[in-house]
């Protein structure tokens, strides 16, 4: 399979603090994009970063990429109970234009 | 928005009856997707389309058929269905020039249950 893996599987904080949670892929790709899926619905698209790049950010969102470890980091600054979500990664392998989604990780702002 | 449509949204039936998902996109997008997602395994890619019956097969494709007859229909079907196949059903779209390099739009998912 080519479906990665995403760590920690569920996470609880409390309000204002910072959430991390990491991806990590089997394959080279050409970039790698977190969404995220509140209960019930389909997914949202957050954030990009591409192979040759290895940190981005957006609003209260900050990603790195490490392609040498195969893995990425979604940070999650001052986090809301809003923030209550599953995130997951996806990555497209190099040359195709398939999207391969990990396991997820689950994430649970106590107000 | 993305306009995509999934239907049906909720569908119980029984082992070894046909079911078929259909997604329906008004974005006039090329490049279509069909995702199971079961705990514990996040979504997995069932097949996906690159262009009017252009379709090819993901990772968990075995019991699947799909079809594309026109730009905005892409149809899943389950020929006989099993209890294994009980999962909810995503779609999804990405614009033509953005298959790979750009996001995907999700559909709200349809909930099927084989008994």
């Known amino acids: 399979s080519q479906q990665g893996e995403e760590d920690p599987q569920a996470l609880s904080i409390q309000e204002g603090e910072n959430a991390t949670m990491n991806c990590s892929y089997k394959?080279?790709?050409?970039?790698l994009q977190w969404y995220r899926q509140n209960s019930g619905r389909g997914l949202v698209h957050l954030i990009l970063i591409r192979s040759n790049e290895r940190e981005k950010h957006t609003g209260r969102l900050r990603v790195t990429l490490d392609t040498s470890k195969k893995s990425s980091s979604l940070l999650i600054t001052a986090s809301r109970a809003a923030d209550t979500a599953s995130y997951f990664c996806?990555?497209?392998?190099?040359?195709?234009?398939?999207?391969?989604f990990g396991t997820g990780t689950r994430l649970k702002v106590l107000a | 928005d993305a306009g995509i449509t999934q239907s049906p949204r909720h569908k119980v039936t029984e082992t070894g009856t046909p079911v078929t998902l259909r997604c329906h996109q008004t974005?006039?997008?090329?490049?279509m997707y069909w995702y199971r997602q079961d705990p514990g395994h996040g979504l997995r890619l069932i097949h996906y389309?690159?262009?009017?019956?252009?379709?090819d097969k993901g990772e968990v494709s075995d019991g699947y058929s799909v079809s594309r007859s026109k730009t905005e229909d892409f149809l899943l079907t389950l020929e006989s269905a099993t209890s294994s196949q009980t999962s909810v059903y995503f779609c999804a779209i990405t614009p033509s020039g953005g298959a790979g390099t750009g996001e995907l739009f999700f559909g709200e998912g349809s909930r099927l249950t084989v008994l």
């Open positions: 394959t080279s790709i050409n970039n």
């Open positions: 974005e006039n997008h090329r490049y």
């Open positions: 389309s690159y262009g009017v019956k252009d379709t």
């Open positions: 996806a990555t497209v392998p190099s040359g195709t234009y398939k999207y391969i």
